[in-house]
């Protein structure tokens, strides 16, 4: 016979961790990641551009996901079905809720419109190594521009953000290709009909993900995927796209055809889209934003024409840029690389068809916040200031409104501060909890202090460098700590920070 749990048992503790996929930003990184933010909102501001701050959570439908099953639509999103039937979810961009904005308020917004968003994202994806399920976006966005001059307006914004957060000219490239040229290109090379769109569909997918490995598998190795297919070392084979050999070399030209500058590159792909209507339009568009930007000062040393920019060229519809940082980092295993693409963008003329029904032209770019964040700490270019409030420590606690009062003094002086709220009994704890605080300065008045008018200034990181550096000579040449009248706080604290 089963007995009952005895009534003083256990109760079971839940365990004090992050979700998997998930991690917690303390101080400094947060900070970090602010001040940056600020940043480049200045420049998105300084463009024209206003902020905009949309729900954490979006209907499922706005989102654009499907329901993979009746119990759980969760095909990338966190989703859940609330009381009226609806199924919500978590926003995995902050393109998504700029469509559903720009289609609810369409009457009100000027157009075009420009905004700028920046807030976390949530992805319900298979977590790895630097890969998160919860992680921050950036973004800049046209509404309602058909002309591709709102597209080279955000690759100059893009630049002048880069440079204003710390990444000068010549350690980044902003590169610039267009969707309509690479449709022309598989027009020539046989493997696009105008006139069926979803011919040769499987093809121009395997043509798209060969070329966009030619980083990793170099000339070679995207051929076999144009042709038949590779294997790799492990001997593991990869169908292929199953062209002919010059209908492989059509492709293989276009992604060689950057040149020293924009008019050469442009020129090289007039040729090879030859009489594709959607080729040459493409080429068209390259022309008139190199000729734009051209004026405004945004030459090849900042902004490219490159046909190398493939990708999500699958999801954009004309022009499409990434901004590429080229100065050299360590990797893991101490190898020099070049540290990567830190945003990328293009234009996108379907956002708010979904919802009206009519197309709606739209350009746009992301930075990865995480990334572009990594790159300033790795080039020494970021650095939070970690310095701690100081502390006012309390030696008898019947006189709390006088430690108050000094902390209002200093905070009303705009100087960061605070009184030290535990247990104030051992004085030693109050000056290892301003250590770990990294306070500068401890302030310090006892009943005798306090008859006098004085206070104390403890210099917490001077006394940590004279102890761990410091002669007894040099000790008493340069005293840790001073004593001064209780009317001269503020200013000898600040004093005592300017050193």
Known sequence: MPQDKAPDAKTRRPRAETPKGFRDYFGAEVTERKAMLDRVAEVYHRYGFDPLETSAVETVEALGKFLPDVDRPNEGVFAWQDEDADWLALRYDLTAPLARVAAQFRNDLPSPYRRYAMGPVWRNEKPGPGRFRQFY?????????????ADAEICAMLSDALETVGIPRGDYIVRVNNRKVLNGVMEVAGVLDPTDPDRFAAERGTVLRAIDKIDRLGEAGVRALLGEGRKDESGDFTKGAGLAAEQAEVVMAF????????????????????????????????????????????????????????????????????????????????????????????????????????????????????????????????????QGPVVVTVMDRDRMADYMGMVADLRNAGLRAEVYLGNPKNFGNQ?????????????????????????????????AQIAQNATLEEWKDRPAQVEIPRADLVAAVRKMLAK
């Open 431 to 463: 000056l290892k909890y301003a250590d770990k605080r990294q306070s500068p300065i401890a302030v310090i008045q006892g009943g005798n202090e306090a008859e006098k008018g004085t206070v104390i200034l403890k210099d917490l990181i001077l006394g």
């Open 137 to 149: 976006q950036c973004d800049a966005d046209t509404v309602g521009a058909p002309s591709v001059a």
């Open 255 to 386: 992604m060689a055809a950057r040149r020293d500058s924009g008019a050469e590159t442009t020129a090289r792909l007039r040729e090879l889209v030859g009489p594709s209507t959607i080729g040459s339009e493409g080429v068209a568009e390259l022309e008139t934003i190199a000729e734009l930007l051209d004026r405004q000062g945004y030459g090849p040393d900042r902004i490219l024409i490159d046909p190398g920019v493939v990708r999500g060229l699958g999801y954009y519809t004309g022009p499409v840029f990434e901004a590429e940082l080229t100065f050299e980092i360590l990797d893991e295993k101490g190898r020099k690389r070049q540290f990567g693409s830190v945003a990328g963008g293009g234009r996108y003329d379907d956002l708010v068809k979904r919802f009206t029904g009519q197309s709606v032209p739209a350009t746009g770019v992301s930075i990865g916040v995480d990334r572009l964040l990594a790159a300033l700490r790795a080039k020494g270019r970021i650095g939070a200031d970690t």
